[in-house]
């Protein structure tokens, strides 16, 4: 049954080169299309015009579609589709509506470069996973493939720069993922051969050291001790030198320190002032650090905090770590039970094998979120090249069989054990 059904659809995507190029055509003119509205995440009308052309597709799809607005963090908000079904597994598909590249940049339009290569703001990231999403369950309701499943899309508006706090901006995601089984990213395809199993958590840090304002003739002596500067620049030195680990790095983004400090956390600046005969007061260090596991995180928070403790003589030191960033996509077993199922699809299909990618090369996404309640894999959408810069492309060869592959992915998903 499952193999007929396989040839099947096959054969949709194959046996008539006819219907295939009209398909392939509509998907790259609706790619198009949505490359040409910018949708920066904070062009809040242009996210919403590319929100509409989901909303007018899904619907005509039969999906119920729906506008999740986000006023209340300041973004623009998240498209979500959903077809309501019981059989087989739940699948939630998660894109983003949003790019990098806002209304003032000047890379604003799609551009067909040659046969294979188009070039536009965002079209790897991830407008063409998008349309891949959307593409691949049409062959799947065309061809009747999956009738009675629960498929959820949802397309955020503010991956990029997620609205604050992310327990609201990051609610209906979560909220779709609770009532589903797998959850699938369409972010860029590093190559056929390999998906996204695991992805490390981003958090932030703050470290404030304060020490004994006193004349500098005084410093190293017991009463007037190292100041703040020297406290700081010891506990950085030895975050460098004993946390390494495989999988965890870890950022000082900012440092400011001297007498008078004043910081802002937000916008990451400040002021400061102090004198060369003045021991300074105070020094704050701001950093992000990034881990794979909840277990890897905490250990190397329990390290940060021992190392900050032994204070040099007149120092304190407070270091804070900020929760709430992008949570771990640990590389569960669910999640490695699902490479499997790509990866025999893949060989089947004559594409060869497919292994995990390195976390550690990957930064965060929308898929962290929803990791606690689905098995995940991403990395399923367009390959291409130079995201998030003036030189975006997406490789078109490759688009046809890659849209291809997401749908048998999804269909043989929703039909296993
Ligand atoms: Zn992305």
Redesign the pocket.
């Given at each position: 049954m499952k193999k007929c059904i396989l040839i099947l659809l096959l054969g949709l995507f194959t046996a008539t080169a006819g219907a295939q190029d009209i398909s392939d055509q509509d998907a790259l003119e609706f790619l198009e299309a949505n490359v040409n509205i910018n949708s920066g995440t904070m062009n809040f009308d242009g996210v919403r015009r590319v929100g509409e052309n989901y909303m007018q597709a899904y619907s005509d799809l039969g999906f119920d579609t729906e506008w999740v607005n986000q006023d209340h963090v300041n973004r623009a908000g998240h498209f979500f589709a959903e077809q309501m079904g019981e059989s087989g597994k739940k699948i939630l598909l998660i894109g983003?509506l949003d790019t990098v590249f806002e209304d003032d940049s000047p890379f604003q339009t799609y551009e067909v470069l040659d046969e294979t290569t188009a070039k536009g703001p965002g079209v790897n990231?991830?407008k063409a996973?998008n349309v891949m999403i959307l593409y691949a369950l049409k062959a799947l309701k065309e061809a009747g493939a999956i009738p009675n499943a629960q498929i959820i899309v949802a397309l955020t508006g503010d991956?990029?720069d997620a609205g604050h706090p992310v327990s609201e901006s990051r609610k209906h995601l979560v909220e779709a993922a609770e009532r589903s089984d797998v959850g699938l990213g369409f972010?860029?395809a590093s190559g056929f051969s390999y998906a996204t199993v695991a992805r490390r958590a981003s958090y932030s840090w703050k470290l404030e050291v304060t020490g004994k304002q006193a004349h500098s003739s005084g410093i190293f002596s017991d009463n007037t001790g190292a100041g703040s500067i020297y406290e700081a620049s010891r506990i950085l030195n030895r975050f460098y030198e004993d946390l390494r680990e495989e999988n965890l790095t870890y950022n000082a983004g900012v440092m400011i320190g001297g007498n008078e400090v004043t910081y802002d956390e937000e916008n990451m600046r400040g002021s400061v002032s102090g004198k060369t005969n003045i021991v300074p007061k105070t020094t704050t260090v701001h950093g992000g650090i990034r881990f794979l596991t909840m277990e890897q995180g905490e250990r190397a928070f329990e390290k940060m905090k021992a190392i900050a403790g032994e204070s040099l003589p007149q120092t304190s030191s407070e270091l804070t770590i900020y929760e709430g960033g992008y949570p771990p996509m640990e590389p569960t077993s669910g999640n490695m039970e699902l490479l499997g199922t790509l990866d025999e699809l893949s060989r089947d299909m004559g594409l060869g094998e497919v292994e995990a990618f390195d976390p550690a090369k990957r930064g965060a996404?929308d898929i962290s979120f929803v990791a606690d309640y689905v098995d995940g894999l991403d990395g399923l959408g367009a390959m291409g090249s130079g995201?998030h810069g003036p030189n975006e492309t997406i490789d078109l060869d490759t688009y046809k069989e890659l849209t291809k592959r997401a749908a048998l992915l999804i269909y043989r998903i929703v039909n296993s054990e």
């Open positions: 983003h990231d991830m996973g991956e990029e972010e860029t996404a995201a």
